[in-house]
């Protein structure tokens, strides 16, 4: 029984330090060193920028400011505003803006109908989708828009920095989150492709001439289906988004719920990438472990648990007894002396709150307890 018990537990820990620590470094193995391309192109191209809203008056006259700032030339720079029918002063702000092009929906129809009107009239080479709640730097479309004069190259995110609150939990979990997110996504592009993160994405016209409907999420929908057409996805470093983060633990948990819930529908969408070699190091690696199996995370843990419990109760009340502890000293004061074990702490609860939030994602897909039609609302407590 003890050697069972030992060989749970270091199954258990290597999947674990695969996922965290292995995966990354293994991906170097692959590495083709898919970085900025050394040939810039002659003429920039032209730019349509697209920020689609609903209900922003808190943050759209700071984000606009941003996006007038941003280091692009203006005859060849064109910014679209759509707005999904906002029931607050969202319209009223917009029109004080002569230099933007405004487009409003006749009805509200969510994000994805959002981008697919801005399309329509996007006059530029290259589109670039912005958020309301982020700000870029101002260099930030240039550099996503070299990447792009690589004909293989079909689309290109940016770096996700978190704006930082150390007072703030939400905000200390989500840096360290992003922090290996980021270094994640430089391996994977490096490697084949990443994913696309929605709060700064870019890609052509011509690949891109509207979202599929029927998806649930803008940027993992165009990710599957550019490389699917034999495309990269690519990582910019260099191209930095300043994100919020919701405030309140209530608010993350829901925010963190319904990106997973349309996750899950648009991945299993696209299964037949799982494990193709079509797809190159993408179908064989990428999307097997950060999409798919990444998806069952929480079930491995409740195996591994119910597997404890049936051939050690003991050590099954110490494991348990270890996590409340974990979860109680998260949430004490720091202390100077211990802040090293604060922040572990942090991370692991953290980490055991998304296996939480993803076992309810799937018991909400299951049942059928959500709504997949692409509409967001805004947290509140970001855009306070």
Known sequence: ????????????????????????????LFSRVKSKTEKKPARLPSV???????????????????????DY???????????????????????????????????????????????????GKILVISDADVEIEKSAVKNLVIYLSDPNIGAVTGKTMIVHNPDNLPNRWESYYWDIENKMREAESRADSTFLHGPLMAFRKSDVKKVNRSASVDDLEITYRLRKKGFAIAYAEDALIYE???????????????????????????????????????????????????????????????????????????????????VIFCFLPEKKMLRGIKKIAENLTYFLLLQVILLHSWLDFLFGKYELSAKWEPIKSIRQ
């Open 48 to 70: 349509s920028f697209i920020i689609p809203v609903f209900n922003e008056e808190h943050l759209l006259e700071k984000k606009l400011k941003n996006t007038l700032s941003i």
């Open 244 to 326: 919020r983060t919701p405030d309140q633990v209530a608010d993350l948990y829901q925010q963190k719920k319904r990106r997973a819930i349309c996750a899950i529908q648009t991945t299993f969408k696209h299964l037949d990438i799982l494990l193709n070699p079509q797809y190159g190091i993408f179908g064989l690696l990428i999307f097997p472990w950060r999409k798919f199996f990444n998806f069952f995370s929480p079930f491995i843990m409740i195996a591994f648990l119910v597997l404890v419990g049936l051939f050690s109760p003991d050590l099954l009340f110490i494991l348990g007894s270890g996590i409340l502890m974990l």
């Open 1 to 28: 029984m003890t050697e069972v018990i030992v060989f749970i537990y270091i199954l258990f820990a290597l999947y674990f330090v695969w996922i965290i620590f292995l995966y990354r470094k293994f991906l170097c």
């Open 73 to 123: 030339p203006k005859d060849l720079f064109q910014i679209i505003v759509v707005d999904d029918c906002s029931t607050d002063k969202t319209w009223i702000l917009l029109e004080r803006y002569n230099q933007i092009t405004k487009l409003r929906l006749k009805k509200r129809g969510g994000k994805i109908e959002a981008l697919n009107f801005a399309i329509k009239h996007a006059t």
